[in-house]
Nanobody
């Protein structure tokens, strides 16, 4: 499975972006998927995850602002990011693993995308 993340870019605080993660090679309907991010000089952190059954969870700081979703017919996962803040600035990575369970650990996932830069200016 190859994952291609896209949709990042510059945005002003309060604005919105939608990230996409498109998988190729296999259908992802039975995959757990997640978004992670890494800001400069900081460790990579969990942002949001979506289970193969559609269940979701988020890190506390993005709850109510970010929405993770998936379209299995398009083999794509999304991250809708609203009310963006400068502290959301980071490289965002998507990850996937064929599993009915999930994890907030980047290392747990079998497949990882290359990242897309999100820059939020104040």
């Amino acid at each position: 499975v190859q994952l291609q993340a896209s949709g990042g870019g510059p945005v002003q605080a309060g604005g919105s972006l939608r990230l996409s993660c498109t998988a190729s090679g296999r259908t992802i309907s039975n995959y757990a998927m997640a978004w992670f991010r890494q800001a400069p000089e900081k460790e990579r952190e969990f942002v949001a995850r979506i289970f193969s059954n559609g269940g979701t969870s988020y890190r506390e700081s993005v709850k109510g602002r970010f929405t993770i979703s998936r379209d299995n017919a398009k083999n794509t996962m999304y991250l809708q990011m609203d009310s963006l803040k400068p502290e959301d600035t980071a490289v965002y990575y998507c990850a996937a693993k064929a599993s009915t369970v999930s994890s907030t650990s980047f290392a747990w996932y079998s497949y990882r995308g290359q990242g897309t830069q999100v820059t939020v200016s104040s």
